[in-house]
């Protein structure tokens, strides 16, 4: 054989080695990454948000917001906002006018003991207007918030005289606090500084989810978690995250958890946990944080059936309550849990709400289920005594459809 013959098969066998080697690493390194993403989604499921539909309490006054016109369609769908008090009598609306408000409303305690509305991005909005209201939505002022705000119930927080807070998308997700004025807001910390902080890397911060002011006037944040069994919550004090103390129920301790509601109430500030069981399950946990920086008191934790988690709220008294569409065409479900009175609170599994339930308010005295079909909303109060659902108010809201292209 010559030389040349020799020296070509040397060749041809080289780099078939070097093929082999090539292909054998990368082949190990792709069993590798399923591997390690195999085992990544074992410890992370991330967990949904809260829906926007919401109800919330203030003094004597109970502020509900639902989607109404085409909810199929985007571009159709128009959030309302409807206030209910001792004096209306019945559900008023009280929209803030003057803005699209396709993407989603959010609100919270407003200066002066008013509310402040937040309307989410939509269309070619990249910012998110804010309307301030002091007479129960009978007059709207206008204010601004530079980013558009998170699409959660939580983006916005506040106090009646003190700090105000808001989530906005920049920056994985990013908290801002603002004066009474509202006019000037200032970064307060973001979701990626905040993961890494020594507080939030136990956490593994996902993602931030609702926001208030804790009963010592800090800024309050929760979050989402990548690692099991940890609660994301954080007060931020003079510039540092510090976790609050939270004891994880034990119906939690195997999967990641997600804080999906911090509302101030009349006693201090409550909190919506949800996590998934051993067996796969969702559990629901709420706590209440009435002290600066303590524990919140926990309630039982409450296993609902499988479905989607429809919309969320507070009650009079401190309490929240949720309401649930279990998967296929059965029955909704209502379901509230009182602030403690000195034991831990169990969840209360309210009588059937009609069929096709899509919000809830909880007033003095009163609980009212809401049906929506286009431009008309039905609300039905319960008679605790009987257990039954009564029809009582019908009101047909003018929705301009296409008025957002």
Same mark, same amino acid.
């Given at each position: ?5 020799? !020296? ?25 990454? $399923? ?24 003094? %004597? ?25 001792? &004096? ?35 269309? %070619? ?40 807070? !808001? ?36 956490? /593994? ?12 006037? %800090?800024?309050?944040?929760?979050? !989402?978690?990548?690692?099991? /069994? ?5 007060? $931020? ?50 706590? @209440?944080? &009435? ?36 998967? /296929? ?17 169990? @969840? %209360? ?39 039954? @659902? ?8 003018? $929705? ?6």
């Amino acid at each position: 054989m010559s030389d040349s013959h020799a !020296a070509h098969r040397f060749a041809v066998v080289w780099r078939l080695v070097v093929a082999i080697v090539l292909v054998s690493a990368l082949l190990g390194s792709v069993t590798t990454t $399923i591997a390690v993403r195999s085992a990544f989604s074992v410890e992370y499921r991330p967990l949904p948000d809260a829906p926007l539909t919401t109800a919330f309490v203030q003094g %004597d006054s109970t502020w509900l917001e639902v989607p109404m016109g085409h909810l199929g369609d985007p571009s159709n769908t128009f959030w309302q906002l409807f206030v209910r008090s001792p &004096s209306t009598g019945g559900w008023r609306t009280a929209t803030p006018p003057g803005v699209a408000d396709n993407g989603g409303l959010v609100m919270a305690d407003g200066p002066g003991g008013g509310l402040v509305a937040g309307f989410l991005p939509s269309q %070619d909005l990249t910012f998110s207007p804010l309307s301030v209201t002091t007479d129960a939505g009978g007059v709207w002022t206008g204010a601004y918030f530079p980013q558009g705000l998170l699409s959660v119930p939580d983006a916005l927080g506040g106090t009646s005289a003190g700090v105000h807070l !808001a989530l906005g998308r920049k920056g994985g997700g990013s908290l801002l606090e603002a004066a009474r004025s509202l006019s000037t807001w200032r970064p307060v910390t973001t979701a990626g500084a905040l993961g890494r902080s020594a507080a939030g890397a136990r956490c /593994g911060v996902e993602r931030l989810t609702a926001a208030a002011v804790a009963p010592d006037g %800090d800024p309050l944040v929760g979050t !989402a978690c990548r690692r099991p /069994g940890v609660v994301g919550l954080f007060e $931020i004090v003079d510039g540092r995250s510090e976790a609050v103390p939270v004891s994880t129920p034990p119906a939690m301790l195997r999967a990641p958890v997600s804080v999906l509601r911090v509302v101030s109430t009349g006693t201090g500030v409550a909190v919506l946990l949800e996590g998934s069981g051993q067996t796969g399950q969702t559990v629901l946990v709420a706590g @209440w944080i &009435s002290a600066p920086s303590s524990a919140p008191v926990l309630s039982a934790s409450f296993s609902p059936p499988r479905g989607a988690l429809v919309a969320t709220g507070t009650t009079p008294g401190g309490g929240v309550f949720v309401l649930l569409q279990p998967v /296929g065409k059965g029955p909704p479900e209502l379901v509230e849990v009182s602030a403690p009175q000195g034991t831990t609170p169990a @969840w %209360d599994v309210l009588p059937t709400p009609p069929r096709g339930t899509l919000g809830a308010a909880f007033s003095l005295g009163r609980i009212d289920a809401v049906t929506v079909h286009y431009s008309t909303l039905t609300d039905y109060a319960l008679d605790e005594d009987s257990g039954t @659902w009564t029809r009582s108010e019908v009101i047909h809201v003018p $929705i301009q459809y296409g008025s957002s292209d």
